[in-house]
């Protein structure tokens, strides 16, 4: 890796349970090592300790599994969370208590300037550039396929009564389809990776105008605090990761 392509990462991280949920079924976690930095947001489901426990075997999973393996950075990263799933899946069905369950998980990579993206579900990233405001991952839900088809608006899907519903997660199935997208970075560029507890809730400009605060700490902590001044209806999980000059 050049000197030139070296970027300073600063990153801030936040979850909250909410207002209404009894318990916190999103997780996640950060890693880094010589193959780059690694940020993943999960969002459980499936009642009791389920939803919980997977997107904690996911976050583990795909953290593990990426920097244990070798090869091309994008292949690694894919296989990582099929290997999670398969991990989550095979619990799911040696333990009662957990069937059934399952997770999102969106997992950003960065190495140099440039960045990977793998998602399954409806956790989300996105990225700002200057007023740029754009969602990096494809919503593999229910609702998305719908506005996808011109069926329903975006307003209409966050308020839709099947906005939950998810067409891929983690452990629900043997194997996964796994979207894995590059992009490149500039100084500046501001990255979010969050569960739907902010995006279902938080609509996109008032997203993007708070992750221009001073700090990616205040940003994470604003974005919290704007699901819970909109009722905080589900879990909240936020990643900041600012992009500058070394
Ligand atoms: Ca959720």
């Known amino acids: 890796m050049s000197e030139t392509s070296e970027l300073r990462l600063e990153a801030a991280s936040r979850t909250d349970i909410g207002l209404v949920r009894e318990q916190n079924e999103d997780a996640f976690g950060e ?3 010589p193959a780059g930095r690694l940020f993943v947001v ?3 489901m499936g009642g009791h300790a389920g939803g919980a426990t997977a997107s904690r075997l996911a976050v583990e999973t795909i953290a593990q599994a990426f920097f244990d393996a070798s090869g091309p950075l994008p292949v690694r ?5 099929e290997t999670a799933n398969q991990r989550i899946h095979h619990q799911a069905r040696r333990d009662a208590s957990l069937a059934g369950m399952g997770t999102t998980a969106v997992a950003l990579v960065i190495e140099g300037s440039r960045a990977w993206i793998a998602n399954v579900g409806d956790s989300r990233a996105y990225r700002l550039r200057g007023r740029d405001f754009e969602q990096l991952t494809r919503d593999h839900s229910v609702v998305a396929e719908l506005v996808r088809r ?3 608006t975006a307003e209409q899907a966050r308020v839709h009564p099947r906005r939950n519903e998810v067409l891929r997660s983690l452990g629900s199935w043997p194997d996964v389809d796994v979207d894995v997208d590059e992009l490149d970075l500039v100084p500046g560029d501001v990255l ?3 569960s739907d507890g902010l995006s279902g809730v938080v609509d996109d400009d008032a997203i993007a105008a708070f992750l ?3 700090s990616v700490a205040d940003a994470a902590q604003a974005l919290i605090e704007a699901a819970i001044g909109q009722g905080a209806p589900d879990n909240v999980t936020v990643q900041v990761v600012r992009v500058s000059d070394r």
Request: glycine content about 16%; some cysteine.
């Open 42 to 44: 999960a969002d459980g």
């Open 31 to 33: 890693a880094s090592g």
């Open 77 to 81: 990263l894919r296989a990582a969370v």
């Open 150 to 152: 011109g069926l329903l």
């Open 192 to 194: 979010l990776l969050c």
């Open 212 to 214: 221009t605060a001073e």
